[in-house]
């Protein structure tokens, strides 16, 4: 799916007004909609294989299904247009492949501290549309598999070939990505592999570097990023600490 240099930022939304429950008669999200996504951009998208063809959620014929097997429950409103699942974002359209939930795969590689007596290492990869560091993940091909996509994207990203280890899935959970809107949003999977030590890692794809990064905690992680002179990408923070959490034993 491409990157987007620029996401629009949408009305504020104060917390009291997020839900959807909550009624607010003069709600005017911005529309984020990229060139790609419109009517006249779509068939292009859709030729690409990114995109569905549905100009807007009226023109989806599986919300049954696509509702009974999301990942994060959602509802819809009076119109059957999907909800995001935690409220308000601010933003209308779409600004990814499809409408309701989209699916990311992001692998979480740790080396080293396999018996909790030595450093511990994430791998990360600088990302070439935000330039903070990332997990290098991204998102779910139609047709394909979490387990593949977290393989793939990692192969693509940075090089590094797991596809013969099994990772523990660490969360499946709503990521605040600035694409999302009110009718369309990711959900990822993130997968925690472990390796006794690291390996060689090459940016590559949409990874413009990929390093390793100390991980003993959130706080030497956000330290070490800021030491090379970068920052973490935010909406991977939630991710992080579940690996984290894992790792440490907390859950």
């Known amino acids: 799916m491409p990157k987007n240099k620029f996401t629009p930022r949408g009305c504020h939304v ?17 529309d984020i909609t ?22 807007t959620p009226e023109d989806v014929r599986d919300w049954p299904g696509r509702a009974a097997s999301a990942l994060v429950p959602f ?21 990814l ?44 091909n139609p047709g394909e598999t979490a387990p593949a ?13 797991l596809a013969g280890q099994t990772p523990t899935i660490v969360a499946c959970a709503y990521v605040d990505d600035p694409r999302n809107s009110d009718h369309a ?13 690291t390996v060689l890692a090459v940016g590559g794809d949409d990874a413009v570097e990929a390093a390793w990064f100390p991980f003993s905690d959130l706080d030497a992680l956000t330290s070490a990023v800021a030491d ?8 991977h923070l939630p991710l992080f600490t579940a690996a984290l959490d894992h790792l440490d034993g907390c859950c």
């Open 14 to 30: 104060p917390a009291d007004l997020r839900p959807w429950s909550t009624r607010w008669p003069y709600y005017t999200p911005v």
């Open 75 to 95: 509802t819809f409103d009076a119109y059957r247009w999907p909800l995001n699942p935690t409220g308000r974002t601010g933003k209308t359209g779409r600004n």
């Open 149 to 161: 996509a977290l393989v793939r994207e990692l192969r693509e990203e940075t090089g590094v070939d």
């Open 34 to 55: 990229p060139p790609q996504l419109t009517r006249k951009g779509l068939p292009e998208s859709v030729a690409e294989g990114w995109a569905e063809p549905a100009v």
């Open 97 to 140: 492949g499809r409408w309701g939930e989209n699916r990311a795969a992001d692998p979480i590689v740790v080396a080293g501290d396999l018996d909790r007596d030595g450093e511990r290492w994430v791998l990360l990869i600088l990302r070439g549309d935000t330039r903070q560091w990332a997990i290098p993940g991204g998102m779910v």
């Open 228 to 235: 090379a002179g970068g920052q973490l990408y935010p909406a």
């Open 185 to 197: 949003w990711i959900v990822s999977t993130a997968a925690l592999y472990r390796l006794p030590h």
